[in-house]
């Protein structure tokens, strides 16, 4: 059974490869993807690099479709997850801007789901898994490389998005009230934050980090100085995302004072 579904996951890569249809072609994609995932991972594993081998599809529809599978596989192809994650880097370099901007949305979901990963891990289990480890390496690449874009001339599109991951990457690494048992129950893992390293972590400093969000914010306000060269269109959404990024702080700012009052008041 299993060397069935294997020889049919071989039949659909190689059809996703070279079928002439780009309707079979997407097909063809998307149910060698269910097999992937309905395999053993001892399985699948051998069955990656075709898959991999997609990213050079001439036709656009299809890399975009493979970073789509690629967010939705996750971590579930654990052994194959930093080499998924490096595909991201190389289609932020894309000519089509549609696949540029596909990579910006499923990279900045992926770094949220890495970053909760990383927390909860450590958590559980007092350690942080090496091929975690890896992912988060190529995330930060990942990151290095959408600031640029964000700052750099270019599509106000592609700008826009690089801009909204600044702004999520602030959010990631600004402390608030939440815990990671009440943001978890709610069944959002965006809501994550600094908030949630609780007893320190083999890999994030929260000081670290909140030091670069506030670089972030910076950069961000620079954006919005005269002379700056940004469309009209996200000089508005810099100002709103800059407006709200700045009562999430003042908030944090209070509930910490209030605390410290508290305290003070109680000795």
Known sequence: MASSSRDQALSLFAAANNHGDVNVKLSSLTQAKDLLLSLDP?????????????????????????????????????????????????????????IVKQSIVSGTNIFCNVFVEM??????????????????????KFKDAVFGIALEPGSAGIKLLGLKFLEIFVLLFTPDNNSPEKSTGEGSRQAANISWLVGGHPLLDPVALK?????????????????????????????????????????????????????????
């Open 119 to 140: 927390i909860v891990q450590f958590q559980q289990y007092g350690k942080v898994e090496r091929w975690l480890e890896g992912v988060w390496m190529w995330m930060l």
């Open 211 to 267: 030091s670069e969000a506030n670089r972030t914010i910076g950069i961000l306000l620079n954006l919005l100085q005269p002379g700056a060269s940004l469309p009209g269109c996200l000089t508005i959404t810099v100002i709103n995302w800059v407006s709200w990024i700045e009562q999430v702080q003042l908030l944090v700012c209070f509930i910490t004072l209030r605390h410290a009052d508290q305290f003070l008041t109680r000795s």
């Open 42 to 98: 001892s399985l699948s594993a051998d069955l990656f690099p075709f898959f991999l081998e997609l990213q050079s599809s001439p036709e656009s529809l299809v890399r975009k479709l493979l970073i789509q599978l690629i967010e939705e596989i996750g971590f579930k192809a654990v052994d194959h997850s930093p080499a998924l994650v490096s595909i991201l880097l190389t289609f932020l370099r894309d000519a089509d801007p549609i």
